[in-house]
Every structure is written in structure tokens, then in C-alpha cells.
């Protein structure tokens, strides 16, 4: 029986070992393939610039190489002219943003991030500073493409650190500056299906439902420890809403959710659960229990004043569960009396 103990543990270790060779040999790849289109790039823009050379040799290329190097895949017109902006977009970007350029992460970063990612980023953000920074976050969370393209739909860089807390009173530097930045508001909930009026504990169960989102949407290093977890305190039962474990901050995190706008007596209750997290569940290395009240709205200054007498660390931040339309986006949609209108008359012959 040992034998077979020391067997399973000696497999899952050379299964480890492998998997994590297999991982890097991709990122490898991939690097590599980033960097050469990068260079090919470098190589056709220059010789455009040189030999005055239009966009009409970008389809003789992509036939020629084609035609001599069947085998080699990822030199189509389009993908070609993408290897091309990429070289404009960060070959020689001195003279348009030179603060940008100090931002520009290190090649082994920029090169390792997967081609459709640097594709979806030209696409989508046009501002270097902003693209650098999901290139930072694209290496810290792993996203997959479909991940980034969420982050950017639901405009992550503008909410990142952006909640309501009391970090700098209550945590020392660095942490405090680690848990704002790690947190963000509002947080946006469009994977869930709720209809309005809802109950605090249908969106509680909604969200557990749909984990990985939440997970996701939430951040890297949240690891779920339960809903409605029971805490015992001087013989009376109190049940948190979430609680989860931040694995890079090393601490309990609280999460309390809330319909309607916030209220100044739920920091109070908040500093009471974090706490009691803190007497009951804190291990000696683990740093200060962190609370974040989640509402529907909240009135800035409300928040201020409620937080700023508080002793634990708390945050507090809205949530959506649909992304706000802007207001000039709004004004060219049609009305529900417009479309029933129309809707109307469908299917009638002129």
C-alpha cells in the first residue's frame, strides 16, 4: 500500500514536470512567432518607406510565400498588413508618445503575449499607455483572448482602484496600496440573468452559480470558501455572504452584498465580521482581514464618512448587473414607442 502511495506521488510529480515543460516550450513558441512577425514587419515597412512601395505588394508576398512554403501557415493578406502596424504601431513610437515608450514592457512580456491578444489590443485601445497596462494585466491573470476582450468591453482600466476605502488608515505600505489596486468598482455583473426586483440572496446565489465569472470579473488570487459561512461568536451564529482567500494578499476577504444604496451602518457590521474573521480564522502569517461592501449605488461622501473611523480595512464599491450606455449612444436608439411602432407594421405588403 505504501508502494503504491509513493508510486502515485512519484507520477503526479513527473506529470508536474512535464506539463510545466510543455507550457514553457509553447510560450517559447510563441514568443519566437510574435518576434519574427514583429520582425517581418520591421523588414516590409522599410523597404515601403525605401522603395516607395504601396500596399500592393502585400498580396504578391502573401501568394509567393505561400506558393514556395506551403506548409507555413499565418501569411494571409490581412495577417500580413497586421505585421506591418504591429512593427508601426511599436517599432519607433519616440516621436508620438514618448512617455509611453518608458512604459513599454520588458521584450521578454511583450513578445510572450499570444498574437491574437496583441491583435485584439491594436484593435480595440488605441492609447499606448492603456494597451501597456492589460499587457501587464494579460501576464499577471493568464486571460485567454476571450478574458482580455471582456476586460476591455467592461473597461477594466478605469475601474481598477477606483472603490471607496479606508487602505491608507488602516494597512501599512506596501499592502495597502497592493489591496486598493486589487480591488475596483464598480464591478460588473453582465453574466447573470436577474430580473428586477431580486433578493440580496438570489444575487448571492446567482454569483456562486456562476463562479468562474465571478472569479474572474473579481481578479486574479481570489480562491471561494463559501456562502452564508457561519461564524460563531460569544454563542450567537453570524452568516458572511461570501467569504473568499486571496492567495498574493495573503488575507481573508468578506464580501457583503447589498440592494439598494449604501447605507453607514453597514461599515459597522462589516468591521464586526472582519474582526470576528480575524479572532476565529486568521493564521498568525496571514495579513489583515479585508471587507468589501458590494451596492447597487452609493454616495461617495456617505462612504467616506462611514469608513473613516473604522479600524479594519474596507472598501466599498458598486455593482452593475448591464454595462451603462453612453448618454450620445442612448439618444440614437430607438424608443420602446418607436420600435412597437414599427414592429407593427411588420410583415404588411406594401
Same mark, same amino acid.
Given at each position: 500500500?505504501?508502494?503504491?502511495?509513493?508510486?502515485?506521488?512519484?507520477?503526479?510529480?513527473?506529470?508536474? *514536470?512535464?506539463?510545466?515543460?510543455?507550457?514553457?516550450?509553447?510560450?517559447?513558441?510563441?514568443?519566437?512567432?510574435?518576434?519574427?512577425?514583429?520582425?517581418?514587419?520591421?523588414?516590409?515597412?522599410?523597404?515601403?518607406?525605401? $522603395?516607395? /512601395?504601396?500596399?500592393?505588394?502585400?498580396?504578391?508576398?502573401?501568394?509567393?510565400?505561400?506558393?514556395?512554403? &506551403?506548409? !507555413?501557415? +499565418?501569411?494571409?493578406?490581412?495577417?500580413? %498588413?497586421?505585421?506591418?502596424?504591429?512593427?508601426?504601431?511599436? +517599432?519607433?513610437?519616440?516621436?508620438?508618445? &514618448?512617455?509611453?515608450?518608458?512604459?513599454?514592457?520588458? @521584450?521578454?512580456?511583450?513578445?510572450?503575449?499570444? /498574437?491574437?491578444?496583441? !491583435?485584439?489590443?491594436?484593435?480595440?485601445?488605441?492609447?499606448?499607455?492603456?494597451?501597456? /497596462?492589460?499587457?501587464?494585466?494579460?501576464?499577471?491573470? +493568464? /486571460?485567454?483572448?476571450?478574458?482580455?476582450?471582456?476586460?476591455?468591453?467592461?473597461?477594466?482600466?478605469?475601474?481598477?482602484?477606483?472603490?471607496?476605502?479606508?487602505?491608507?488608515?488602516?494597512?501599512?505600505?506596501?499592502?495597502?496600496?497592493?489591496?486598493?489596486?486589487?480591488?475596483?468598482? @464598480?464591478?460588473?455583473?453582465?453574466?447573470?440573468?436577474?430580473?428586477?426586483? #431580486?433578493?440580496? *440572496?438570489?444575487?448571492?446565489?446567482?454569483?456562486?452559480?456562476?463562479? $468562474?465569472?465571478?472569479?474572474?470579473?473579481?481578479?486574479?488570487?481570489?480562491?471561494?470558501?463559501? *456562502?452564508?459561512?457561519?461564524?460563531?461568536?460569544?454563542?450567537?451564529?453570524?452568516?458572511?455572504?461570501?467569504?473568499?482567500?486571496?492567495?498574493?494578499? *495573503?488575507?481573508?476577504?468578506? !464580501?457583503?452584498?447589498?440592494?439598494?444604496? #449604501?447605507?453607514?451602518?453597514?461599515? +459597522?457590521?462589516?468591521?464586526?465580521?472582519?474582526?470576528?474573521?480575524?479572532?476565529?480564522?486568521?493564521?498568525?502569517?496571514?495579513?489583515?482581514?479585508? %471587507?468589501?461592501?458590494?451596492?447597487?449605488?452609493?454616495?461617495?461622501?456617505?462612504?467616506?464618512?462611514?469608513?473613516?473611523?473604522?479600524?479594519?480595512?474596507?472598501?466599498?464599491?458598486?455593482?452593475?448587473?448591464?454595462?451603462?450606455? &453612453?448618454?450620445?449612444?442612448?439618444?440614437?436608439?430607438?424608443?420602446?414607442?418607436? !420600435?412597437?411602432?414599427?414592429?407593427?407594421?411588420?410583415?404588411?405588403?406594401?
Amino acid at each position: 500500500m505504501t508502494d503504491l502511495i509513493f508510486y502515485g506521488q512519484l507520477l503526479s510529480e513527473i506529470k508536474s *514536470r512535464i506539463q510545466k515543460a510543455q507550457s514553457k516550450a509553447v510560450l517559447a513558441v510563441n514568443a519566437e512567432m510574435v518576434s519574427m512577425y514583429f520582425d517581418i514587419g520591421k523588414i516590409i515597412a522599410q523597404k515601403q518607406q525605401q $522603395e516607395g /512601395w504601396g500596399a500592393g505588394v502585400i498580396p504578391k508576398l502573401s501568394r509567393d510565400i505561400h506558393n514556395e512554403l &506551403p506548409e !507555413i501557415k +499565418g501569411f494571409s493578406e490581412r495577417n500580413i %498588413g497586421r505585421m506591418i502596424a504591429f512593427y508601426r504601431e511599436y +517599432g519607433e513610437p519616440k516621436a508620438i508618445l &514618448p512617455q509611453a515608450v518608458a512604459k513599454l514592457p520588458e @521584450p521578454s512580456i511583450f513578445f510572450g503575449i499570444p /498574437w491574437g491578444h496583441h !491583435i485584439l489590443l491594436m484593435e480595440k485601445i488605441k492609447d499606448l499607455t492603456v494597451r501597456f /497596462w492589460y499587457m501587464g494585466e494579460i501576464v499577471k491573470n +493568464g /486571460w485567454s483572448r476571450d478574458n482580455l476582450a471582456s476586460m476591455i468591453k467592461n473597461q477594466l482600466h478605469e475601474r481598477q482602484g477606483r472603490l471607496t476605502h479606508n487602505f491608507e488608515t488602516t494597512l501599512p505600505q506596501p499592502q495597502s496600496d497592493l489591496v486598493k489596486q486589487t480591488l475596483k468598482d @464598480p464591478y460588473i455583473f453582465d453574466f447573470l440573468t436577474l430580473t428586477t426586483p #431580486f433578493q440580496e *440572496r438570489e444575487l448571492e446565489t446567482e454569483l456562486v452559480k456562476h463562479l $468562474e465569472k465571478f472569479l474572474l470579473e473579481l481578479g486574479a488570487g481570489f480562491a471561494f470558501l463559501g *456562502r452564508q459561512y457561519k461564524l460563531s461568536v460569544a454563542d450567537q451564529d453570524f452568516y458572511l455572504d461570501l467569504l473568499f482567500y486571496h492567495v498574493k494578499l *495573503r488575507c481573508f476577504v468578506v !464580501i457583503e452584498l447589498k440592494r439598494g444604496d #449604501f447605507k453607514p451602518e453597514y461599515a +459597522g457590521k462589516m468591521n464586526f465580521y472582519c474582526s470576528a474573521v480575524d479572532d476565529i480564522l486568521k493564521h498568525s502569517d496571514d495579513k489583515p482581514t479585508i %471587507g468589501l461592501i458590494l451596492c447597487e449605488s452609493k454616495n461617495r461622501i456617505f462612504a467616506e464618512y462611514a469608513l473613516r473611523d473604522i479600524h479594519k480595512p474596507i472598501g466599498v464599491s458598486e455593482y452593475e448587473l448591464t454595462r451603462s450606455l &453612453p448618454e450620445n449612444l442612448k439618444s440614437s436608439l430607438p424608443s420602446i414607442e418607436e !420600435i412597437e411602432a414599427e414592429l407593427s407594421g411588420f410583415g404588411e405588403v406594401e
